[in-house]
């Protein structure tokens, strides 16, 4: 390796990292998830002379794999808070709620997009960008108002959880779609079909077969000699489970990819296989650095994606898109858990408003499959970012007028001890 | 980014990654140091189908950043455990035997292959390789068998903490003269001076002027009366550790390269820096996981860049440069802790041998630097992993015949529950 080469390399990860971090910061400083910061300071990058000064205009790749690898790891350690198991717990309003939230803001989007005389699978990308909740903005805001048991809490952390699954099988779908090429019916069936069976294969090898394998393996050695188990335990070959989990994760991640699939649709459900055996092998807190590090170069990309110059030509349509996120959401949740009374079907509906990540990650996958332009994907950054920022005033405001509290500081004295 | 090439990437980092590991596990179940088993797992694709199969003679550069990204967090941690403040505390004895250790060393290897014929460069490489030691194989033996609190214990880690001062000072030095490129003696003494200026200037800073900078602030806060403290907590600017430690673990590792000198000489005095303000920053634990992940990668690396088709010409050699890297070392420290008795000396000399990671290390930037050459540095590989598989059986030994005990296994099932 020559060493301008290696220098450069080094001096592009500290200053991307830094401004990074530096955005992330002052957007939490504000009550902003750090997100947008991360993406600001991308925008920042993307269309200044520091392009040019970190040499990001000769090759891009070493920030490609990071950024990749980034979010293949966010979306591990989010299947990682929704175990299999907790599926089943939901209840039916958190299902209703989760299904009215991602078909009728899908239907939308799609609709206009398709009014707009832009491609179908174009239209059906942004109407999946428009599905996924990000829930983090949520339950932070539920957490600082010391609200996490009420009911509507409950409520939409469960549909948070289903809206994950369903936001990947739609993924699923219009990927395998945008992929095949051709648009024959049987082929967007067969595509479909791909989609949906590697989902529910791993869900059903992750809920029902892992676990009970693990519960015939713990009886029979319970039943060996307390003597025994000592030698047993010695011979037994261990692993830690850091380097399990990442090969665990990076192996779907690969067997999604190789099927068609998005990578981090195998990712998510690495995560979501892994939660099940939290107990034994416990990574969620060893991931957390690594995310640190690399999930930062991921909302970077994004916002270096952003194109500016194009953004004053769609600015109407970015608000008129951001608008018909928050409405659809907000009406698709709100009908989903009214039989909770109009107040707590206010707050729920509100809830599930932002959009995060999850948004912008399904419309990057559109951009780098060039079936998503990179206009509309401007615009869908602009949603995720406006939805993300608008979300903890709408929902203080929501919560207030049920239950009249303030939002306290309680949590942010804890953190800095 | 176009979706062959990632996912190609992707299952380049799930094999390297996964034999890497499997290597690391079988060799500490064999109880020897798993960085043998992770360069075997790279000698291994090196040498077989594998590489062509894994595309990996297309493109090596991904490899290439995560390689200099992992060796750079892997002395950020080495930096870590070597606080300036221990610096002072090291007695006399372990400053001899860390002197004598280096010296002696440094001097037959220079000797050696400048007697056989090659260029003085290049034998300045090879007598720095010999010179580190790397104790934390010595450190694992010493604490399973219960031994911490022994007098030798203390001044081989005293030693090992000075030893690796110097090791980076000798490097800066002769990474300085190789790039210096002309010979001039007074090239040589000005690159020489600015590599020790450097190392110099960075463990000043962070012995003396940080410190009492931080005991003044720490001392105004104290006069300010308790009820304005909170009121300041809560304007406070606040951080947390990893990042701001990743951001100063690249600055200097960038400056570093940039003076001339190898990066991971401001990695590493970026880690003793830090090490100073463990209390407040504590991140030596959070950056386990991301060198779980990346440090893989420098071993896999190392052993891909072992050719063993040329290693039957240098295998007579490698055994004579290993033979001398065991008694130069077991000499030079047996000596400088002569006065502690002769058993204790034999224990001292025998703790001192491995060399470990960090001999390659050394052989490394050589070789990227084209001085080294290619089967001198699988001499150097060869060597240290020799020095390491070898070094935990003669100080079983030295241990035995000083003290009479067993090693107890009583950390292996610790580890384990």
């Not at 991308?42 to 979010?71: H, K, M, P, R, Y």
């Not at 989010?78 to 991602?102: C, D, M, Y």
């Not at 779609?177 to 989902?199: K, M, R």
């Not at 009886?219 to 830690?240: A, G, L, Q």
């Amino acid at each position: 390796m020559d060493g301008t080469s290696i220098e450069t390399v080094l001096l592009q990860i500290l200053v991307l990292f830094t401004l990074a971090k530096i955005g992330g910061m002052l957007c939490e400083r504000l009550g902003i998830s750090s997100v947008i910061g991360e993406i600001t300071a991308g925008i920042v990058v993307a269309n200044t002379i520091l392009f040019q000064w970190l040499s990001l205009d000769v090759d891009l790749s070493v920030f490609e794999i990071f950024s990749e690898l980034g979010v293949i790891f966010l979306l591990f350690s989010v299947g990682l808070e929704t175990p299999f198991s907790e599926l089943r717990k939901v209840g039916k309003t958190a299902t209703l709620v989760a299904v009215l939230g991602v078909v009728i803001p899908f239907f939308a989007g799609f609709t206009l997009i398709m009014g707009l005389g832009d491609g179908q699978k174009e239209a059906m990308f942004i109407g999946a960008a428009m599905v996924a909740t990000s829930v983090g903005i949520t339950a932070r805001v539920i957490k600082d108002m010391d609200l996490t048991h009420s009911i509507e809490s409950r409520v939409i952390i469960g549909a948070a959880v289903i809206d994950d699954v369903l936001g990947m099988i739609v993924l699923a779908i219009v990927v395998g779609i945008a992929a095949g090429g051709s648009n024959g019916i049987i082929d967007i069936i067969l595509v479909s079909a791909t989609g949906v069976a590697f989902v529910l294969l791993v869900i059903f090898f992750g809920s029902i077969v892992l676990p009970k394998a693990r519960q015939r393996v713990s009886d029979r050695r319970s039943s060996v000699p307390e003597d025994d188990v000592v030698c047993v335990k010695k011979r037994k070959f261990t692993i830690s489970p850091l380097p399990l989990a990442i090969i665990v994760c990076l192996s779907l991640s690969f067997a999604a990819s190789h099927v068609g699939l998005a990578a981090i649709i195998g990712a998510f459900l690495a995560g979501m296989a892994f939660a099940e055996f939290k107990d034994k092998w416990p990574c969620d807190e060893e991931f957390q650095p690594i995310n640190a590090f690399l999930v930062p170069f991921f909302f970077l990309f994004v916002g270096m994606s952003v194109d500016l110059g194009s953004f004053g030509d769609v600015i109407v349509l970015a608000v008129a898109i951001t608008l018909l996120a928050i409405v659809t959401k907000y009406i698709g949740c709100g009908l989903g858990s009214l039989k909770l009374g109009r107040g707590s079907a206010n707050i729920v509906g509100v809830g599930m408003v932002p959009r995060g990540e999850v948004g912008i990650i399904v419309a990057t996958i559109g951009l780098n499959m060039e079936v998503v332009s990179q206009s509309l994907f401007s615009v869908v950054v602009f949603m995720s970012m406006a939805t993300t920022i608008v979300a903890p005033f709408l929902l203080t405001w929501a919560f207030r007028r049920k239950y009249g509290v303030c939002p306290t500081d309680s949590n942010a004295e804890v953190q800095e001890s």
